[in-house]
């Protein structure tokens, strides 16, 4: 039996459609959100994801201004920004584009972002609001996708056992802190597991839903996973392929034509979580907005 695809191509959309209203409807109370991209240095892949995400901002109504700064900027420069856009009255979102060149220290950039602007859920306070369960916390962009997901494709996640394989502040941690929200989407039963997890089939197998995010294809085989298994793949690898244009494709952490044959919903690598995340930048943006506006900020 081949898996139902999960879009998250489709569910991106919808979520975006929802957002253009609310937004509009924002603007007709005189509150426009603003989000503030910072990119640092030249990383083509860096480049090509803020492009995106202030290409969507725009399409969303929502009001998106790019800071570029030189590969050679020093920290004091970008944190210099930060305070700029920590105490600009029109921007309610700030993301710094990761990683940052090697004479910038990234933890203190994260902690300098203002919380309630942190769009990207990486300041250690809203980590902290994470783990304690604060149902106002601005999460991290991608493992809220990969909640949308499950809950829009009818795959609800309470009373799961759902595994997640990688343990990145980006992913991994913050996937596992959201499922076990007493919260909707989240109450699953949780395991992480990770790079050095003995015999990862033999905790990839029990799952109910598997979330793997490492960044290495085929980390899951077929023989890996449980028969009727919701598969959500969020690794994105390039890897050649002389036969396509650009030399390269793109795939995810799974593989995805053995595991589609026993799971009963996948993702699919692209169109998969990629488009969640910037739809939940997106939302992270306009709820800070919302916050801030009432706060009178
Ligand atoms: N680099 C890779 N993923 C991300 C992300 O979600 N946010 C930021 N700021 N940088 C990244």
Redesign the pocket.
Known sequence: MAARIISGKDIAREIRDELNERVASLAKDGLVPGLATVLVGENPA?RL?VGMKNKAAAEAGIHSRQVTLSESASETELLGVIHDLNTDPQIHGI?????LPRQIDESKVLLAIHPDKDV?G?HPVNVGRLATGDPNVLA???PRGVIEMLLRSGADPSGKHVVVVGRSN?VGKPMALLLLRKAAGGNATVTVAHSRTPDLGAITRTADILVVAVGWPNTVTRDMVKPGVTVIDVGTNRVDDPTRPRGYRVVGDVDFEGVSQVASAITPVPGGVGPM?IAMLLANTVEAAIRLGKAGG
């Open positions: 860096s994801y993301l710094v584009q990761l990683p990207d990486f991290p962009c991608t980006i995340t």
